[in-house]
Nanobody, 124 residues
Framework: QVRLVESGGGLVQPGGSLRLSCVGS????????VGWFRQAPGKEREFVAA????????VYADSMKGRFTISRDNDKNTVFLQMNSLKPEDTAVYYC?????????????????WGQGTQVTVSS
């Protein structure tokens, strides 16, 4: 059974940092583009960032540019999301997802496999 497992969420003060990880189980992530999405209470799930299968291309939502960095280590079957300068409005459940497409997409519908999410709370 294919699984994506996120970790690294937690409570952090405004201006702080967190590093999220997404590990693939029964799936070779090196064959997939991987995206991070987030969903705040009462809001739609929104795109955060994505990375191509080889790490050569990345895409970010405008509000995350310069603060978030997506990367991957295919040897460890893991994708990371480094989040710096966190703001209260970054509070959400963060999900990773895998897409079998070679281009990287921001649309949720292009992603086949999803993790269960990890909670990120930014609060003083």
């Amino acid at each position: 059974q294919v699984r994506l497992v996120e970790s690294g969420g937690g409570l952090v003060q405004p201006g702080g940092s967190l590093r999220l990880s997404c590990v693939g189980s029964s799936i070779g992530l090196d064959r997939y583009a991987v995206g991070w999405f987030r969903q705040a209470p009462g809001k739609e799930r929104e795109f955060v960032a994505a990375i191509s299968w080889d790490g050569g291309n990345t895409v970010y939502a405008d509000s995350m540019k310069g603060r978030f960095t997506i990367s991957r280590d295919n040897d460890k079957n893991t994708v990371f999301l480094q989040m710096n300068s966190l703001k209260p409005e970054d509070t959400a459940v963060y999900y990773c997802a895998a897409s079998p497409t070679r281009p990287i997409y921001t649309q949720k519908s292009m992603y086949t496999y999803w993790g269960q999410g990890t909670q990120v709370t930014v609060s003083s």
